[in-house]
């Protein structure tokens, strides 16, 4: 049985720093009572970031994932930002406002282009999200 770590390395900490940064989400600091837990915050929602050990684990707790979900430093950030706007209730063509499409802003972490979200039903809609997610995949 392997034990649990008791601090966050500095280069694994800066790692989910720089991660997150490009994601948009702010990395605060370390939860109170805690050594190994740190609090990120996007629009408005605050997740829990648990430090598991080998450098690049990590359990998310957050909207949609109370009991915590397992992720990679590199995968948290698209955790964080697709689960909090899932989490969000989605805008449907009767309570969108004037204007507004019934498509989210962000999928899976990355900001729906306008023209994207005029057409988001469509096949240039379910293109893009092929796109996106295949880009993902590879990366």
Known sequence: MSLLPR??????????RDVLAAAGVGLGGTKPGTRVTLLATYRGTTW???YLGHGIVWRATGPGHEH???VFTDDAADLITSAT???RPALTAASAPAGEPAAPRTYAGIAVPALVLQHWNEPLGDGWRLGVRTTL???
């Open 68 to 70: 915590g979900t397992g």
């Open 48 to 50: 829990e970031l648990t």
């Open 85 to 87: 706007d899932a989490a």
């Open 7 to 16: 601090t966050i390395p500095d280069a694994a900490q800066a790692q989910l």
């Open 137 to 139: 995949a590879a990366s």
